[in-house]
T-cell receptor, first 109, second 115 residues
Framework: TQLLEQSPQFLSIQEGENLTVYCNSS?????LQWYRQEPGEGPVLLVT?????EVKKLKRLTFQFGDARKDSSLHITAAQPGDTGLYLC?????????FGKGTKLSVKP | SQTIHQWPATLVQPVGSPLSLECTVE??????LYWYRQAAGRGLQLLFY??????ISSEVPQNLSASRPQDRQFILSSKKLLLSDSGFYLC??????????????FGSGTQLSVL
């Protein structure tokens, strides 16, 4: 069974700090996606990475796909209260997407 | 542009009652459609997905069922709800892509409480 482990499970930081959250697996994925979900809403796709070692930047967010395509990280620079939410990674393989349990981020002003 | 509508937003139902959640997609044709359940601390669990009208694949055995009577309509049903059916239900669509490359677009969810 393919699993995606996300860490940390919870993260509470002050506005302006930097942070990194991780998504790890023992399985290889053909692609990896990151979603952000706000309370009471559905997840919203942030990025898809498909090539081992790939780095994508979305304003203050930097996403990296591991060389072996088994892990990914999301780095946020100078976090803002608007970044608060649940960050989910999802791995694609021969079946449907597999989701991690998420990292719940709280950015306090 | 494509939009996805899911309703109701909140639902409180007694144990043993029936369930019907509806999801519709606009602005696209022949989408893949999905039902997920999100329980606290357990992540997103895929319940059903459909690649076409009348084509339903079930990922988890349960007392829920799904139907796709029209191309852009996906319905989640139960004849008798259990306490364990409580959770946040999400409908999603994706364009046709190779497995594992789908980009999912989610509805706003239904918070179901079974009492």
């Amino acid at each position: 069974t393919q699993l995606l482990e996300q860490s940390p499970q919870f993260l509470s930081i002050q506005e302006g700090e930097n942070l990194t959250v991780y998504c790890n697996s023992s399985s290889v994925f053909s692609s990896l996606q990151w979603y952000r979900q706000e309370p009471g809403e559905g997840p919203v796709l942030l990025v898809t990475v498909v090539t081992g070692g790939e780095v994508k930047k979305l304003k203050r967010l930097t996403f990296q796909f591991g060389d072996a395509r088994k892990d990914s990280s999301l780095h946020i620079t100078a976090a803002q209260p608007g970044d608060t939410g649940l960050y989910l990674c999802a791995g694609g393989s021969q079946g449907n997407l597999i989701f991690g349990k998420g990292t719940k981020l709280s950015v306090k002003p | 542009s494509q939009t996805i509508h899911q309703w109701p937003a909140t639902l409180v139902q007694p144990v043993g009652s029936p369930l019907s959640l509806e999801c519709t997609v606009e602005g696209t044709s022949n989408p893949n459609l999905y039902w997920y359940r999100q329980a606290a601390g357990r992540g997103l669990q895929l319940l059903f997905y459909s690649v076409g009208i009348g084509q339903i694949s079930s990922e988890v055995p349960q007392n829920l069922s799904a139907s796709r009577p029209q191309d852009r309509q996906f319905i989640l049903s139960s004849k008798k709800l259990l306490l364990s059916d409580s959770g946040f239900y999400l409908c999603a669509w994706s364009a046709r892509r190779p497995y594992g490359r789908e980009k999912l677009f989610f509805g706003s969810g239904t918070q179901l409480s079974v009492l």
